[in-house]
């Protein structure tokens, strides 16, 4: 791919440091991307190889679409994403369309960013090419084995031993980032709770269009998000790739012992039988893809209360500071925005000792919004997957009576609100994560650098070399 010209960032750091970034996910690659746009150096450690591995459909809100927008890259996710006209609701036992919404205008100019479909895949090579093209060195194939954060160096399997001024945690979950970070807690980690898996795949569009009752999947004028509800699980479908190549298929079910990896094939039988009792549309989407579908656990994991290692010199992003569950549409979202904000706060950096107070700004910025975040998503997929009840019923007529009235189904009526539901939806779509951060800096970074004996008004100038980008640590 080729990438287009990153725009400049507003703001160039005095002080040129090196980050080091273990992991190459989006989270990782975001902070590369952001980082270097502000004058730093950045070196990527990545164990895969291939940036595709496991790869599937990924719904990119505004929130997301904003601030690759805003880095000068719309053109090329332009190039790779399908831009969504809305949702349609419906039942997935029966096929029963409950009704559709339309993206607000008004809210997505608000927003300053769109609703698109991605495949993750193609998400990851986006930012990979952008980060090259910045100068920044990622190494793929690459396995860290220990980290030593008081030296700030990382040795990898090979036995060669890689150093850097601050190291990015983005290895995940079960990333040796996170357990360094767990182990100075001295405390045992809870396991997480699951209650659902999601089983995903992608299906090729000539494929889907060979059956009459599943070509309109495929609108080319209105691109819709499909949201079927369910007792216990729901299913999502959506099209994805350059002119709609793919259908994304992603069915959450209870837990049926099927879960694996991220990029492990799981069994087509188990997605069939997910399906099973469902509509005839979608027990037919089960059995078509010609790929064997992934299936991972939706997983709830304990709050981790600190980001940020007692040396000061390491932070967690992505899933290793906060794991989203499986399949959740703003996962991407919060790792692509976990590197704005770094690099907005380290666009400030003047001198070293800054470092701590940064990374800690960093955690006391992204703790509450993503806390907020996570406890939507979990209240979204059981919404979505609410068992018969009476909530379940009122739900459903809700919406069927706006959907016979031709009215939007998350517009509200004359005699009743807005869905909750929805006006937190509309609350992230139009958080600015850069905004955010800098904010925080003038309501109290300024703060502290007075604090500090920082003439701001003057500002601070490193000497030339610095400001150039020689790092003080090199590989």
Known sequence: MTTSRILPAPKIAALSIHFLVIGGGIAGLSCAVALARVGHTVTVLERQTDLHEGSCGSRVAPNLSKILYHWGLEKDVRKIAVKSGGIELGISSTGESLGVHHWDDEMLREARGEFLFMNYGDIRQLLHDAAISLGVKIRLGTEVTSIDPDKRRAKLANGEVVMGDVIVGADGVNGVTRRLVLEQEAVEEEPPTQRYNVYTTRIPRNIVEQDPELAPLFDEEFKRLFVS????????????????????????????????????????????????????????????????????????????????????????????????????????????????????????????????????????????????????????????????????????????????????????????????????????????????????WMEWGLLRERARGTDVALGFVEPVAIRQGVSKTTL
Not at 240 to 256: H, I, K, R, S
Not at 321 to 342: N, Q, Y
Not at 364 to 390: G, N, W, Y
Not at 401 to 424: C, L, N, Y
Request: charged share 25%; aromatic share 8%.
């Open 229 to 440: 509800y369910g007792s216990g699980g729901c299913v999502i479908a959506f099209p994805v790739g350059p002119d709609m190549q793919e259908l994304a298929f992603e069915v959450y079910t209870g837990n049926d012992g099927n879960a694996r990896e991220w990029g492990e094939e799981a069994s087509a039988k188990g997605l069939a039988a997910a399906c099973a009792g469902l509509s005839p549309r979608m027990q037919k989407l089960a059995k078509l893809s010609p790929q064997a579908p992934q299936c991972v656990a939706v997983l709830e994991y304990a709050e981790l209360e600190d980001w940020v290692h007692d040396s000061g010199r390491l932070l967690l992003v992505g899933d290793a500071a906060h794991p989203m569950p499986a399949g959740c549409i703003h996962d991407d979202a919060m790792a692509l925005e976990d590197g704005a904000v770094l690099a907005k706060l380290f666009s400030h950096i003047r001198t070293e000792d800054q470092i701590p107070n940064l990374l800690y700004a960093f955690q006391d910025l992204r703790q509450p919004h993503v806390k907020t975040v996570l406890a939507q998503e979990i209240r979204d997929i059981d919404f979505m997957s609410l068992p018969d009840c009476e909530m379940q019923q009122g739900r459903d007529d809700s919406l069927r009576t706006k959907r016979d009235a031709g009215i939007d189904v998350m517009a509200p009526s004359s005699t009743e609100e807005e869905m909750p539901q929805w006006a937190e939806v509309k609350f992230v779509f139009c958080y600015d994560a850069e905004d955010d951060a800098d904010n925080w």
